[in-house]
């Protein structure tokens, strides 16, 4: 590929240095000690983990498995060897039975819309399930979702993107793997195939239909860089792999932001009223 | 004659004005015991940096006494400290004040406050219009005051150092965008080779305080330093952790560099006047001015 449109580059060192404190200060502000990650085996949610085990400790990281009935062996097998590697606490919670009668009252004659209303199902499922268990465990849920998904829109709101901080929200997919090696991540959690796993043998490179490798590169370009269309595509990026990013990125700018207020008063949060989230009172007791 | 510098590298607490004047207490103390004559605390050391709607919560008068009272215990200490100003028409700025023995020695005004990128200043505070030195006594002399995004505007170090400035002070609160990578404008080694080439071409040392911490996301970066009338570096910080550097000048050496390298004296400050007058003029669409 060509080099006048590089992949984005990462110091995986120093963006654990900032990460770490990142997560603790978000965590004293807030007044919490606690963590609660969804672990589904793959590099995101493994890197994750062992940020969040190196900035608070293992023993305040609880990482929930929750299979599916479809999730592969692979998965569970991972997760497992990071919740090992780190010693944190972990729990395992079937998500089938909590899904199936839903599921049971989707149906759509296009297969490619139905595995995506199943996978949000799925993923929203997941999501009742960490913050119920971050309520018991008086822990916080530290989100998983990475640039490439969040630029892309390739996550589920208020599913897998629903979080109370977001340390890997800044690096995109082919810097994780750099970050997830310094860590100590395990190699087999770092090589295999991306996947949501949402359904038996579906990878993310097919269904975006573009390789990460190609997507970071145009994503950098364009939102990193601020290059137009045409000087990627001069850089050496195929158009039409330029333009579809450019306009999906666009397309999925609703999932980037707060829902719109209608404004009708003097002072409306979001308009007028800003505040930084942490702030003299923001502590919880 | 030698005078000691220090610089409390610290991360305050946002929006808690108490704590963090206890914070700048401590740096107080601190630094008498290292024998300073001169303590810089970061931009807004005393309320933190993004403030948003925070910022009437926070602000305080030049001549509040908590202001002036934050050098006790370290008599005949300077120290320079970020707050947010509200003047006597209320209006609030993001302002450094140089206090010694609970007086007002100088005060300066952020004049260029960053409103692009991941910055939103100008929404939440108002720029100063004014570029001055304060006479600080024997050993350092005049000082030129500043705040951050000031020093990208290399104007106003080279009128402070025209003014009379005998060090060049700027405190900031510099978050960090793409750590590790290439030396781009925003980044680390931008701001180094900006400070190196002020202290040179200014011939006049320069003080820098970046403060540390993460506010929202945002991760602030210290390396604060020092530099000396020769582009060299006399203390360095590190990066990302707070610490308190103390670095020693010598007024000697600014008399050795200004004889060595007259540059300053040499500056046709009526040419440059007359230049810009033209270039002001024929941006606004004067009459009369051209560009012949």
Same mark, same amino acid.
């Given at each position: ?16 240095? $900032? ?18 990650? %969804? ?8 890197? $994750? ?7 608070? %400790? *293992? ?9 599916? !009935? ?8 991972? *997760? ?32 490619? /819309? &139905? ?10 499922? !997941? ?23 969040? &630029? ?31 860590? %100590?991540?395990?190699?087999? $959690? ?44 001069? /850089? ?44 003299? %009172?923001?502590? !919880?007791? | 004659?030698? @005078? ?42 005393? =309320?933190? @940096? ?44 993001? #302002? ?28 939440? +505070? ?49 978050? #960090? ?19 190196? =080439?002020?202290?040179?071409?200014? +011939? ?14 945002? =991760?602030?970066?210290?390396? #604060? ?68």
């Amino acid at each position: 590929m060509s080099e006048r449109a590089p992949l984005p580059q990462i110091e995986p060192a120093l963006a654990i240095e $900032v990460i770490v404190g990142f997560i603790r200060e978000q965590m004293t502000q807030a007044g919490f000690e606690r963590l609660v990650v %969804g672990l589904s085996g793959g590099v995101d949610s493994a890197t $994750v983990a062992f940020l969040a085990a190196r900035a608070m %400790g *293992a023993e305040n990281l609880l990482a929930v498995r929750m299979p599916y !009935r479809t999730s592969s062996a692979a998965s569970e097998t991972d *997760a497992m060897r990071v919740v090992n590697a780190l010693g944190c606490r972990t729990e395992r919670v079937d998500i089938t039975p909590m899904v199936e009668p839903m599921l049971a009252l989707i149906a759509d004659d296009d297969p490619d /819309a &139905l595995n995506v209303r199943r996978g949000n199902v799925m993923a929203r499922q !997941r999501m009742i399930v960490v913050y119920d268990r971050s309520a018991a465990d008086d822990a916080l849920v530290i989100g998983t979702s990475n640039k490439t998904e969040a &630029l892309l829109g390739y996550g589920t709101l208020h599913g897998d993107m629903a979080a109370a901080l977001a340390p890997i929200g800044d690096l995109y997919k082919t810097q994780l793997r750099a970050v997830a090696t310094e860590l %100590g991540v395990p190699p087999e $959690v770092i090589a295999k195939t991306p996947s949501a796993d949402l359904w038996p043998g579906q990878t993310d490179e097919e269904e975006l239909g573009r390789s990460y490798d190609m997507l970071d590169r145009a994503l950098y370009a364009l939102v990193d860089r601020r290059w137009t269309v045409d000087r990627c595509v001069r /850089a050496g990026l195929p158009r039409d792999l330029v333009e579809w990013v450019d306009r999906r990125v666009a397309r999925m700018e609703f999932k980037r932001q707060l829902p719109p207020t209608a404004k009708l008063s003097l002072r409306t949060p979001g308009f007028d009223h800003l505040y930084p989230r942490r702030r003299p %009172g923001s502590r !919880r007791e | 004659m030698e @005078y000691r510098i220090a610089l409390a590298q610290m991360a305050p607490r946002l929006g808690d004005l108490d704590a963090n004047l206890g914070l700048a207490g401590d740096r107080v103390r601190a630094a008498a015991d290292e024998g300073a004559a001169l303590l810089l605390l970061p931009e807004l050391a005393l =309320t933190g @940096y993004l403030l948003q709607d925070l910022v009437p919560e926070v602000a305080m008068r030049a001549d509040d006494p908590r202001l002036l009272g934050i050098g006790a215990g370290a008599a005949g200490m300077l120290v320079a400290v970020g707050f947010v100003e509200e003047t006597a028409e209320h209006r609030y700025c993001n #302002s450094v004040a140089l206090v010694r023995d609970g007086e007002l020695i100088g005060l300066h005004r952020k004049v260029y406050l960053p409103t692009y990128g991941l910055f939103d200043e100008g929404r939440f +505070t108002r720029g100063g219009d004014r570029i001055r030195t304060h006479d600080a006594g024997a050993p350092i002399g005049r000082i030129g005051l500043s705040v951050c995004e000031d020093f990208w505007h290399p104007s106003l170090p080279m009128l402070q150092a025209h003014d009379g400035a005998s060090l060049l002070v700027n405190v900031a609160a510099g978050p #960090s965008r793409a750590p590790g990578g290439p030396a781009g404008l925003a980044a680390i080694g931008g701001w180094h080779k900006m400070q190196d =080439t002020y202290a040179l071409l200014g +011939t006049v040392p320069l003080a820098f305080c970046n403060r540390v911490g993460n506010e929202e996301g945002l =991760t602030f970066w210290g390396g #604060s330093r020092i530099v000396a009338a020769d582009g060299s570096t006399v203390a360095q910080a590190p990066l990302w952790e707070e610490a308190l550097v103390v670095g020693t000048l010598d007024t000697d050496d600014l008399r050795t560099a200004r004889y060595g390298l007259p540059i300053l004296a040499d500056e046709r400050l009526e040419l440059v006047r007359r230049e810009l007058d033209r270039i002001i003029g024929e941006r606004a669409g004067i009459d009369g001015v051209s560009k012949d």
